[in-house]
């Protein structure tokens, strides 16, 4: 672990090179969820383990991992106005492979379509799963396109027509193989009790960078340029405190390329004085609202995800 000496504050943001990884989620019914996943958004079941009384269950596409689902049916279910998880967000690489899952979750009816934005940056349409966990299903659009003014990256949300996106995008032979074309998580949007408290975690401590920070209630933040790794708000979840034990979100994964990059950001815990975890290949933490954070370096196999 790297300390640093009294008094001095490291500088260093996350590296550009930041990911996100699988989101874990404690789920009541493990078998309906892995169902849903499955046939909604086109995912296969990577991996198992059983630890004690939990099943830990890892889905993605190929060998990308997605999700975990960790049956804990003894759990309240998610209470929509504490702290945690607002959506997890998919990225797909091509317009095609977007609408051929966003056919797939539309059809699914133990889930919930909510809506569909242009953000300018992206193309995005949202599900609840049958839990009550937030789905965002979205594409970039390439970079260039994006608009900046006084160098702040603008971001909207602008009605999106999802029947004409999807007689625009759909190819039936995308739609019969979806499964078998990439995907992984592009951000975490999480609800937090306060925005200031959130920057000092995500922002300060973590080493995210602020990219747009004037919607009302919420901060957008991420490295290397992207438009956002993780998002925070305050629209159901104003004054939140701690979260209590509940189903929904369990652990936010990041990845960064080096060991360097983790000796960092403990430099930056240790100067802050926030109690974390590390055991050489990952960092954990819990956040102000106890949501727990892993950033780990990529290239760990689903054994790793398994006992986050």
């Known amino acids: 672990m790297t300390t640093t000496q009294p008094g001095t504050a490291p500088d260093r943001v996350l590296n550009a090179n930041t990911g996100m990884d699988a989101v874990t989620l404690r789920v009541g019914d493990l078998e ?15 991996e198992e383990r059983a630890r004690g009384r939990e099943v830990h269950r890892v889905l993605g596409r190929g ?30 690489d ?18 919930h379509f909510t809506g569909s934005s242009d953000h300018l940056v992206s193309e995005a349409f949202y599900f609840t ?11 970039d659009r390439d970079r260039s396109e994006w608009q900046y003014q006084n160098g702040a990256l603008q971001m909207s949300t602008l009605y999106l027509d999802p029947n004409a996106y999807l007689q625009r995008h759909l190819d039936e032979n995308v739609l019969a193989t979806v499964g078998a074309r990439a995907g992984k998580v592009g951000h975490v949007h999480l609800q937090v009790g306060d925005i200031p408290t959130a920057r000092a975690f995500y922002v300060d401590a973590l080493g995210f960078e602020t990219t747009v920070d004037t919607y009302p209630g919420a901060l957008f933040a991420a490295a290397g340029g992207y438009h956002h790794h993780v998002a925070m708000n305050t629209w159901n979840s104003a004054g939140a ?19 360097d990059d983790l000796d960092a950001l403990a430099a930056r815990l240790t100067h802050r004085k926030l109690q974390f975890a590390d055991d050489g290949r990952a960092v954990s933490l819990d956040d102000p609202w106890g949501t727990h954070v892993t950033v780990a ?3 760990g196999d689903v054994d790793e995800v398994l006992a986050r």
Do not use: K
């Not at 969820?33 to 990577?46: F, G, K, W």
């Open 241 to 259: 405190g701690p979260r209590a034990a509940s189903l929904g979100l369990g652990d936010v994964a990041i990845t960064v390329p080096t060991r």
């Open 129 to 139: 799963d049958p839990e009550g966990n937030g789905i965002e299903l979205y594409l």
């Open 32 to 46: 309906q969820m892995t169902s849903y996943y499955a046939n909604a958004l086109a995912l296969e079941s990577i």
């Open 94 to 111: 091509d317009a095609p492979t977007l609408a051929a899952t966003v056919l797939r979750a539309a059809q699914d009816q133990r889930g």
């Open 63 to 92: 060998r990308t991992p997605m999700v975990r689902l960790i049956g804990t049916p003894d759990l309240p279910g998610v209470d929509p106005r504490q702290a945690g998880l607002f959506h997890t967000a998919f990225l797909f």
């Open 297 to 299: 370096l990529p290239g």
